[in-house]
Each structure stands twice: as C-alpha cells, then as structure tokens.
C-alpha cells in the first residue's frame, strides 16, 4: 500500500492533526514554603491589623497584598465584599475557604438600579418604564437584570416586547433600561440590580486568577482551591487560567460567561451551581465555558510577509492585536483548502501547501504568492488539553449554551459530568442554544438530568445537546434528558467523528419536526444505545422517537414510543438525505495515492462539498449515480476514508470527504458532475430485545433515494449489514397494518405481524424471506388489535401533582412501580406550564402510588393543572403485553441492569428498557 502523506495522513481531524500530548499537560506549580493563614472579616475586621484570626482584615485588597502563593485565605461567614478577589501571582497551591457560622461568604459586584420614582419615566401608557445606567469602561457585554433577587425573563430584544412580569429590554447605545412594571419600579420592586461591568472587559473578573486572554505562565496558577464561597454579578464571576478545584461554589449572575476554564489543565468541580449565566442578545455566554481561547488571524498585509524563496513566507507575531497575541499560534492553523492543520515539525519541513511552522514569534508558512494575498484566511491556535470532573453539580439558566466545550479543547480531553446519586448532577435550560454544545474531546455524562426549554425570541434556539466538531467518545450512563420545545430534537449528533454510547437513560422530547427525539447524521461512527428509552411526546402531531440518516447504530432492549395518535406514527426511521447533490462542487483523483484492498487497487478520490454544512466524516456510507461517460465510475456505494473542514471565503461552509475507488475502472482526474444524484444513508447494525411502538410503520428502512420505483436503489444490505434478532413490535388499530416498511429495489413493501414473525425462508412477503433472513422470524412478538390505544407500556395516570421548596409530589392510580432514583416521565401537566413535565429521577417513594421528584428550579409553588391524558411513563410493559417477561435469554453484559436500576434476569426477562423487576 502506497500512500501520499500530504492527502491522507493530513486529515484535518486525524491523529497526525493533532499535536503530541507530551508535556501538554501543565505541571502543578510550586509554592512558597511555610504557608500562612489570613483571615478576612467584611463586618468587623480592620485592614490595619495583622490578618490573623484575633483581628482579621475586613476587605479582600488588604488580604491579598498580605499573602503569598500557597497561602490560605479564610473568608468570614456572613461576609459581604464588594471588590473582587484578585489572586494575580498568588493562585498557585493557594486555599480560599469559609470559616465561622452561617451562610457562605459573599462577593457580590451587583450594582443597584432601583433609585427614586424621579429616575423613572413611563414609556406612554404601557406598563413599562425606563431609565439610563451609567455605561461601563470598555462598554457593554451584554446585559442582566436582577428582580428582587431573581433573574428576570431573557432579555427581549425590543422595547415593544417588554410586555408581562419580569420582562425588560436594554437599548446599548444610549444605556436605557426597559422594565414591565405597573406602576412606578422605585416603588412597585423591593429591588433591582444590574451587573455594572464596571472594570472593564479584561478585569471585571469576579474571581482573578490573571489574564484571561493570555496564556503565557498560565501553569503558574495552578494547584488553586476555592471552597464555600458565592460571587456574583461581574462580567465574568469566575475565570481559571491552570489546574483548580472548586467545592460548595456558587457562581450567579454575570453578563457574560459565569465560570470559565481557559486553558490546559485539570479542574474539579463539586458541588458548584453556575446559575444565571449570560443574559445577552449579544453573544449569549455561558454557566460553564471550558477552553475558549479562540483564534488569532495571520493573514496581515502584505508588508507583514518576507519572501524566503522556495514558496516559503515569514512573518513576526509580536504586532499581533490581543494581549495573547503570537501566543495563541502554537497547535493548529486555518487554510482556504482546510482547517486545524498541524504543524510541522522543523523549517525544513515546510515544502509544500498547507505547510507551516512556528518558532518563538516568528511564524513560517507556505504560499504560491504572498500569503496576505495567496490565502483568503489564515488563522490560527492552540488546543487545550483538559482533565474535568463535575460533580453534583448544577448548571442552570444560560444565555447560549449552559455548558460548551470549545473548539479549542484538545481531542485528547476527557471531561466527567457525574452524580454520587442519580439526579444530584444538573444541567437545564439554555437560551440562546443548548444546554450541552460538545465541540471536541470524550465526555461522560453518568446519573446527570438534562433539561432544555427556553423562552428566548431567538431561531437559535437549539436541541438539549449537539454533539459536533472534534467530539470523540460521548457516552450517556443511567441519564434523564429532555427537550419540552416543539421545534428541536433532544440529541443531535452530527459532523465528523462523534461517537455515542448510551446506556439506561431516557430521552424525552416533544418535537412536532421532522428531526426526531435522537437525530444522528453526517458521520459513519458506530453508536450504540442499550436499554435506553426513546418517548415523543408530541401531541396530535407526527410521532419520531430515533432519526438515523447517517452512521451504524445499535440498539439492546430500548424502546421507541409516543404519545401521537395519528396516523403517520413511527417507531424508528432509517433513511438517507438525497437533496445533497447540488452541493458537490468538485469530484478528483490523486493518481499517486494507492491503496490494495482484498487485492484489488484502488485510487484515493476527495469530494469537495460547498454552500451547507456537509460532514460526510470517515465510515458514512454514501452513493453517486446518474454521471455519465467516463465520470460513471464514480457511479456506486461508497465508505468516507476521511474529511476534513475547509472556509470558503469568510463562511465556514466547505469541507472534504476522500474515498476509493477501484484503479481498474479508470476513473477520470476530474469528474464532470452533471447529472449527479446522491444520498448518503444510516446502517442498522443491531435490534435485539427491543420494544417499537406506534400507530404506523413501526420501523421504516428507506433503501432508495425517493419515491418507489427510483432507478437508484440501496441495496438492503448495505443498511441492514447483519441478522437482527427477535424484537417486540406493539402497534395501535390502523386501517392498513404495517409494523416494517422498507423501500427496497424501487419498492415499498410493507409487513404485518404474520408476516414479521414467519420462520425464514418463508414465502415472498414475508419480512425474513424478502430480506435474506437479516430481519423477521418467529422469536419476534407483536400486540396488534382493533383496539386504537396503546396496549404495550405501562402509563398510570396522574390524580395529583403538587410543588412545594422545589420538588414535585405526584399521585397515581394503579401504582407507579418505581422506587428512589428511578426514572419516570411526566407527561400532561398544564399549568404551569412549565418546568413539570420531562424526564426525571426520582427523589422519594411515598406509597405505592406517590412519589416525588425536583422540579426546575424557579417553578411555582402550588398545585399544578393536569390534563385528563396526565400519565407517567417508566418504560414498564403492562403484564398483558406479548413483550412481557418473553424475551429469549440471549447473552447479556455480566450483571446488566435495565433502565430503572433492576438486575436483567437470565431468563423471562421482559422486551424493552425495564427488562426486571415485577
């Protein structure tokens, strides 16, 4: 095998891309020997005395002036401070904790804004009224209002908008506050705050560990530890430059992003709250933001560059305009042709396109002409290795995503979301997109609820978790997760290399789309869910629990259902996408990369995609046909080798997939691409023991590009690969039973339940027989009846739902089945209308038909109004089902355990999630 390294081994999101790990990994930086202790008390200290425990300080400057790195720094309870905490050169090995009694100690920066009735005026005869703030140094960073010690509704994004409880707008350019009130606010509010942002952007820090945008001597800070402390109201209340922990914190309203982790590093987190982060129509910002250094443009002018000869350009790093600067130019750079390229290792080695190097702040880089004219862009950074854990943390109410893990988090990274008891890990309710936006590394989220709604005005608004970029290993162990809005999936994975496993959790979505609860597209990787349950609870609407498009999917003993009664009700859907044809702007050949497979040889051909985002990352499955001429050897079902981003002028809408094709049928250097079609299609690798249910087309394998009778069939093989087992198909009454669709070689075939559970070989119809035995047969069961209800799952209905502190007491009939930390959907509740209804843990079992679980965090106290279709869902079969205690004793992980926590027995185990138990 011959391959060229430039096409191949320099792929844009492959190993080679990314920079060795060695000495990534910052080393914990020493401290002063002989540590000291400080003590600091806001309402009877005095900054003229020693600092000790007898006569404390009373501000945070004097205290920090007296300390040295390694120090500790005991904060009073009760305490009040109004200055942030400013540990420039003295984070590293420091402790800053609690001591005394009461509540935890405070920096609060808020400022108030409540004034006298004369600073208000009435905005006509609206209930809404405005005054001017003062406008911060470095001006405004987007914007939060406090009410009465509450944040107030997202921020609107015009005056006229501010028009019910809670709601206020802010105009920037003349500093004017909009507020509903109904009378005067000086006298209708207890309070109003602001965060002022009055330091400016690079130090309205509540938390200062050094410069937030500037690596240099990041290691330095590291070994810092903050226990039981609050900050709020700062631009950015807590930014962490090196290795940190941070135990009992809680970080809350702040106009940007309320704790960031900037650069490499292991950070642990327990028990934190970052609530209320980032109310901005500006950007948005964040509760958690982890490595989000951003990029720095190299391009310059023409005069920045020297011509060295041999197509190599120099230029110095030093002008460049932020305090980061040249620093940031270290892991990878963005070319026209493609983006995060390593660099290389030496000068010497800068010898062809793509090629540079860095050496101090003098950077190297190859160019057919000046590079400030050659390149379009040319941009450049550095990934930041990072080692988080979260733990019992919570994550709430975020003005864009309520936790991103940046761009420039390394591959390599691995981050932890974790709950010592189901429940106790927390992430709800991002506005301006996501709770969870996983740009790069593994991350494990285990015993974590994952909440998303969100009243922002915005056609941002995005699924509860997009997974996407340099994204490797997301795995989902024993998880809640929902999405309430009608408009977005729960999950959507997408781009090159995501890889999902999930186990024992449950999905809940209400999407009235297309899209699905789970939508998987544009990569090939393997994704496997096993007792995982998949509930659309969309009303009168279209029923999708699981999308696939693209990748290989495997499911054990999951469910798929919805509350739906329509009859346009699917289980699954496995199709492809074939309005990506227009998209394909170039089809070549690199004659000199080779490579022999089963013996035969083949050419490497890269596909160039232009106008919409088109990931096709390595292993998505894909065809071409309709060329012509010689161009018809690309005719054919394909597997991505590899792809790789590029920018298209100023968009980031180009990227490259390369695959191969067989030398012997001659394929052209350039294809002319008229006449193309295309798909690219999802691959059912496994569905073993699980349950469908629905009213239509429970399963549906779309095998061709359109309509039946398209002449560009998928072989049914290519998405079907291997034999799928016994499964449990629950349908409700429709005039035409259909429990499997498939379109196949220009056909829709549709099968019955005779006919998904004939023995192979069977005759011509059934489902074993017309797909070679792959899927059908007799260990298949089915509910089917004239009957339009649903018959399979277990849903008791809800008698009462009451809130009070927090939680959620929910009364049954029949009996709920669950016990504590279980998992339970609630679904019907009306008023309020929202915060009740989703997947939950359970927090207490009162009896056998009342349990309790936590509501989002600001729902009303009260009794809640409940349709009459109010019902929990476990994802229990009912003991009348044909799926219950029937499933084959076929082998299991050694001591798995099903969706509610029970032990899978060896034998008469129930299809579905909820495999034990009674």
Known sequence: MV??????????????????????????????????????????????????????FATLPAAVAAMRAGDTLNLKRHSVFHTPLDLTGKAAGTTVKAYGRGPDPVIDLLAGCLGTPADWTRDGTADRWFRTLPTPAGGWSGFMLVLNGAAGNYIRPTVAEVVAPGDYAFTIATSTLYVHSAGNPAETYDDLQYVPQSLGPRFDIGLYTGPPDDPRDAPSAAGLTVRNLVIRGARRNIQLRASATLIDVTAQFCAATNIQLNYGGTYKLTRVRSLDGGSSLINGEHCLLIAGSGFTSVRGVTTDWTDLGGGVWRRDLTALGSPAGNHLIRDWMDFPSRRYVAPQPSLADVTGPEDWFVDGDTLYVYATANPATAYTALLGSR??????????????????????????????????????????????????????????????????????????????????????????????????????????????????????????????????????????????????????????????????????????????HCAFHGSSTTSTVRGMSFRGNSTLAASAKALTVDPSVTEVVDGVEHVLATVQWDGTEVYLGPGASFQFGGLTGPSAAFNGTWRVRDGWYAINGTANTRSFSTFLVPTASQPPLTADLTGLVMRYFARLTRLRGCTLAGKSELLRIEAD????????????????????????????????????????????????????????????????????????????????????????????????????????????????????????????????????????????????????????????????????????????????????????????????????????????????PVAGGL
């Open 705 to 912: 590009v359109a309509t039946p009778g398209a002449t560009f069939p998928t072989v049914f093989g290519d998405v079907v690969p291997e034999p799928l087992d016994v499964n449990h198909w629950a349908q409700r009454a429709n005039s035409s039973q259909r429990l499997v669709a498939v379109y196949a070689n220009g056909v829709q075939r549709n099968y019955t339940a005779a006919q998904v559970s004939a023995a192979a070989p069977g005759a011509p119809g059934d489902l074993a027989a017309d797909t070679g035995g792959r899927l059908g047969g007799p260990g298949n069961v089915a509910d089917t009846d004239a009957v339009d209800v649903q018959e399979a799952f277990a849903e008791p209905g809800i008698t009462a739902l009451s809130v009070a502190d927090g939680f959620a007491t929910v009364t049954v009939s029949g009996g709920h089945g669950l016990r504590s930390g279980g998992k339970v959907i609630v679904s019907g509740v009306t008023a309020p209308a929202k915060g009740l209804e989703g997947a939950f843990f359970v927090e207490d079992v009162i009896d056998e038909n009342t349990f309790t679980y936590r509501a989002v965090r600001g729902t009303p106290d009260g009794a809640a109004t409940l349709a009459a279709t109010a019902r929990i869902i476990t994802g229990r079969l009912l003991p009348t089902s044909a799926g219950y205690h029937s499933a084959p004793s076929y082998d299991l992980p050694h001591r798995q355990q099903d969706l509610q926590g029970n032990p899978v027995p060896l034998s008469g185990r129930s299809f579905g």
């Open 3 to 56: 391959l060229s390294r430039r096409t191949v081994l320099r792929s844009g999101l492959g190993a080679v891309a990314v920079a060795p790990l060695a000495g990534r990994v910052p080393a914990v930086a020493t401290t002063t020997p002989n540590p000291r202790s400080y003590f600091v008390d806001s309402a009877d200290g005095d900054d003229s005395g020693s600092g000790n425990l007898q006569q404390p």
């Open 383 to 556: 990934y930041e290795l990072m080692d988080v854990t979260l733990t019992d943390c919570e994550l709430d109410n975020a003005g864009q995503d309520v936790m991103q893990l940046g761009g420039n988090v390394h591959p390599d990274s691995h981050v932890r979301v974790v709950g010592t008891k189901p429940g106790r890990s927390r992430l709800s309710r991002g506005a301006w997109a996501n709770v969870v936006d996983v740009k790069s590394a593994d991350v494990t989220f285990v015993d974590t609820w994952i909440w998303q709604d969100t009243p922002q005005p915005s056609a941002k608004q995005g699924p509860a978790i997009t997974i996407q970029g340099h994204s490797r290993a997301i795995t989902f162990q024993s998880c809640a997760v929902s999405n309430v809005m009608t408009t977005k999936q729960v999950m959507d994975v997408q781009e090159f290399r995501p890889r999902v496993t999930s186990e024992r959790t449950m999905w809940y979505g209400k999407t009235q789309t297309a899209g699905g609860v789970v939508l998987t597209h544009y990569n090939g990787q393997p994704h496997s869910f096993a007792f995982d349950l998949f509930y659309n609870d969309s009303g009168p609407a279209q029923t999708l629990p699981f999308l696939a498009i693209t990748g290989d999917h495997a499911f054990t």
